[in-house]
């Protein structure tokens, strides 16, 4: 059974680029390295992990195009602001803001990243509810 999202990763050619694009996004730097092969930074309530890899180390035959597959969706406090703050630091709108569901306050959209990988933004109720829940709030 799936639990929660645990760690997402996000391949790139230049991965010293995409450790400082994500520094400079995120505010923070990341607490764990793998020199020239892998950086990770914790995000949210729950510390979720965030992982760029050198593309290198993609799997054999990897070659999906932005999009390709499955989109991870990162609950943000300010829908508007961070999709602003994503396109000021280069990244280029692949889905823009979009409502979903009933007018309950769910909304989505996606940049593409600097290195071609589909970064999701969320505005979610229920995450609110549910880290408020757990104290993590």
Known sequence: MLRGMATTTYYADDLTAAKDWYTEFLGIAPYYEVPGGYYEFRLGPLQAELGLINRAYAPTGAHNPPG???????????????????????????????????GAGFATAAVLDPFGNVLGIMSNPHFVAMAATAGTA
């Open 68 to 102: 390709g597959g499955g989109v991870v969706f990162w609950q943000v406090d300010d829908l508007s602001a961070t999709f602003a703050r994503l396109l000021e630091l280069g990244a280029t709108e692949y889905e823009s803001i979009t409502e979903r569901g009933d």
